[in-house]
Nanobody
Framework: VQLQAYGGGLVQPGCSLRLTCEAS????????MAWFRQAPGKEREFVAA????????IYADSVRYRFTISKDNAKNTVMMQMGSLKPEDTAVYYC????????????????????WGQGTLVTVSS
């Protein structure tokens, strides 16, 4: 499986941006996909995750109500609409993939994901 993430860029505070992650090269009957981010000088952190099979997406508290993760099962694609962006959202955003579903608490854990995309840079600055 390969992941291709894109959609990053430079935006002003308060603006919106949409990231997309496309999965290819495998079978996709059941999987979990997530977004993580790493800000300069900080550790990578969980942002949002969704399961192909359904159920509510989960979010980090810092992005809840501002970011929306969604999926297109037909295209094996996960999108994340980011709104009301803040300078502290500046980071490299990575999409991550694992086959199968895990319990909700585990969806936030990096080690649950075996395949990672290359990252796309989001810069929020005036």
């Amino acid at each position: 499986v390969q992941l291709q993430a894109y959609g990053g860029g430079l935006v002003q505070p308060g603006c919106s941006l949409r990231l997309t992650c496309e999965a290819s090269g495998g079978t996709f009957s059941m999987y979990t996909m997530a977004w993580f981010r790493q800000a300069p000088g900080k550790e990578r952190e969980f942002v949002a995750a969704v399961r192909r099979s359904g159920g509510s997406p989960i979010y980090a508290d810092s992005v809840r109500y501002r970011f929306t993760i969604s999926k297109d099962n037909a295209k094996n694609t996960v999108m994340m609409q980011m709104g009301s962006l803040k300078p502290e959202d500046t980071a490299v955003y990575y999409c991550a993939f694992r086959y199968g579903a895990v319990v909700v608490s585990a969806m936030r854990q990096e080690e649950q994901y075996s395949i990672w995309g290359q990252g796309t840079l989001v810069t929020v600055s005036s």
